[in-house]
C-alpha cells in the first residue's frame, strides 16, 4: 500500500500526523511518504489549509488528523 501524508512546514497537526503515520506504519511494515503542499501550486490550491491529509493508494482516508483505529483497519 501506498501511504502519503500532504503536509506543510510549521503545521503542527501536520508534525502529529506525521508521527502518527510513522509509527503506525512502522509497526506494519508499511512505507509512507510526506509531501509539502507548497512545493507545488497545484497541491497548494488543492489542498489549501486542509493539511494535513492522509492518502492510501491515492484515495483520501483522511485529514486533520489520524484515527488509529480506522487507519490500521486500512492498512490491515
Known amino acids: 500500500m501506498n501511504v502519503t501524508v500532504y503536509t ?3 503545521c503542527s497537526a501536520c508534525a ?40 492510501i493508494d491515492g484515495r483520501e482516508h483522511g485529514f486533520w488528523k489520524v484515527e488509529e483505529a480506522r487507519f490500521r483497519a486500512a492498512l490491515g
Open 8 to 10: 506543510r512546514e510549521g
Open 16 to 55: 502529529t500526523a506525521e508521527a502518527d503515520v510513522a509509527r503506525i506504519c512502522g509497526e506494519l511494515g508499511h512505507a509512507w511518504e510526506a509531501v509539502d503542499v507548497d512545493s507545488d501550486p497545484e497541491l497548494r490550491a488543492e489542498y489549501g489549509d486542509r493539511v494535513p491529509v492522509i492518502m
